[in-house]
């Protein structure tokens, strides 16, 4: 499967504040926080798994939907313009993969109907810049903010907007209908919405005092779910059920979930020593790894590696945990093998090339600077990436390149002017008409003020190709870049 996407705006930063930030109060404050995002190999496909069958029978390209999985362990999801956000606690909270198509599906629904243009003009309008914001996984463990180890990410306002987005009565009708229609069109039943919806509504009646934002921004008339209920039965596939197999992988995909984003007590005691099953061993894993208590996070990941050799996602966890506590050459061999059962995956390519950078010898910054390339090359505007391929460039004293890499880092973090500063100096110490150079000059041209700002460099030419100076020659003079070509609008 393909995994080429539509632009990636996820960016570096710590956002432990904003956490909890989109999670129960709806209002401006919560919005102006954002939310922020999980970055995880296995979730997210996971979710693709689910989401693009049911996105192609709702004739939505599936590249052309990004689907964020949202750190909030409140029970939500929600769509507008060309995203799909799902909550960590939405999938926490489903009880088959049967009742987690149906929110994909309702929300499908929401995107096929057109239901959230204030989202898309907000997103329209944002573009890069205004998305603000990640922290990734590793690194964070480090530096004191255990709760980021499934790589947390943060999207800006711009899709925060879109959790507190409220649907009428009618619009959720119509994408309960339709939901029904496109689950239809995969064979699946739509059991799942009846179960969920029922379930949610009961939980709330009973409980009383905890919002439910997904009811905030779906509101569940009884009407609704008498309609749904009527059209759900009417499907030749109401009884079909999800496989033990698809249960088995919803259930590890919770564990994990837990694991990472909640208290490590309440998950040794949700999965206790008695539970030998591999969730339990996930879960655990990842439960004493945020405790830092390395052996037994091992212990536990080592039992599922050895009785799983090609689950990526076990030797993944595996790697991470021997590199957070600093066994990077032991990290190494792990994170090897995730891509040898994964090739395509870029967040895997990030981790065997920050192993191999930190074990640092030439050929292991060779080897980490072609990863990262890689993972760049399969997700273009991945800052952290580029950051990292930075880091390797220094390391290998290629300085241009590392600020060329650092430019396209800050240029898809949206930091323009330093995208823009770092690629000039990149191109002080790059050949004229490599493709380097031109990578630099692109940078420069996307991220020239508007009116002018800085001032240019004179004597303007094409960038076609042209007979390249002494490389040597260069290094003697740091002063300007050479001219580019400045053509504002005009590409
Ligand atoms: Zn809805």
């Known amino acids: 499967m393909s995994r080429s996407r539509s632009q990636r705006n996820f960016f570096r930063r710590m956002v432990i504040a904003a956490m909890a930030a989109a999670t129960a109060v709806a209002g ?6 954002g939310i922020s995002l999980l970055r995880d190999a296995e979730i997210e496909k996971y979710l693709e798994d689910y989401s693009w069958p049911i996105f192609e029978a709702a004739g939505l390209p599936p590249s052309s939907i990004e689907i964020l999985i949202v750190n909030d362990q409140s029970i939500n999801a929600f769509a507008g313009g060309r995203y799909m956000g799902m ?6 909270f489903v009880e088959t ?39 990734l996984a590793a690194g964070a463990v480090a530096a004191g903010a ?7 990410f943060s999207l800006g ?30 064979g699946h039943s739509s059991q799942g919405a009846l179960d969920l919806w029922g379930r949610m509504r009961n939980s709330q009646i009973i409980t009383g005092n905890r919002i439910n934002p997904y009811f905030q921004t779906h509101p569940m008339a009884n009407t609704r779910l008498s309609a749904l209920k009527e059209r759900a039965q009417e499907s030749p596939y109401f009884e079909k059920e999800d496989s033990p197999e698809e249960i088995h992988r919803l259930r590890l995909i919770q564990a994990k979930i837990k694991g990472f ?11 206790p020593l008695s539970d030998q099953s591999e969730p339990a061993h996930y879960a655990r894993s990842i439960a004493h790894y945020k405790y830092s208590d390395i052996e037994n996070a091992l212990k536990e990941v080592r039992t599922l590696t050895e009785a799983h050799p090609d689950n990526p996602y ?65 997700e273009r505007d991945n800052s952290y990436a580029w950051f990292e391929l930075a880091r390797v460039y220094g390391a290998q004293g290629k300085e241009p390149l590392a600020d060329l890499a650092t430019a396209e880092s800050r240029f898809h973090l949206g930091a323009k002017a330093d995208a823009n500063r770092f690629a000039r100096r990149a191109m002080r110490g790059i050949r004229r008409g490599t493709p380097e150079w031109r990578q630099a000059a692109d940078i420069i041209m996307a991220t020239q003020p508007e009116g002018g700002g800085q001032p240019l460099p004179t004597g303007v030419e094409e960038d076609a190709p042209k007979p390249l100076p002494a490389p040597e020659e260069k290094s003697d003079r740091p002063d300007v870049p050479d001219p580019i070509v400045i053509n504002e609008g005009g590409r």
């Open 261 to 271: 984003l909640q208290e490590p007590n309440q998950t040794l005691r949700e999965y």
């Open 28 to 33: 401006p404050a919560a919005q102006a926080q």
């Open 97 to 135: 993969p049967n009742e987690l198509e149906a929110v994909i599906a309702h929300e499908a629904g929401h995107l096929k109907a057109n239901h959230s243009t204030r989202t898309q003009d907000a997103a329209s309008n944002a573009g890069v810049p205004m998305l603000v914001g990640l922290v």
């Open 157 to 186: 306002q711009t899709v925060g907007t879109a959790n507190f987005l409220k649907y009428s009565r009618g619009q959720e009708s119509t994408a309960d209908q339709l939901s029904i229609t496109f689950l239809d069109r995969v």
């Open 314 to 378: 076990y030797r993944e966890l595996e790697g991470q945990i021997l590199f957070e506590y600093g066994r990077t050459l032991e990290s190494i061999e792990p994170h090897r093998r995730t891509i040898e059962l994964v090739p395509d995956n870029a967040l895997f390519r990030i981790n065997l090339g920050r192993a191999l950078l930190g074990a640092g010898g030439p050929e292991q910054l060779q080897e980490a600077e072609q990863e990262l390339k890689r993972a760049t090359i399969l």
């Open 146 to 152: 255990p709760d980021a180890g499934l790589g947390l």
């Open 87 to 92: 909550n960590s606690g939405m999938i926490t």
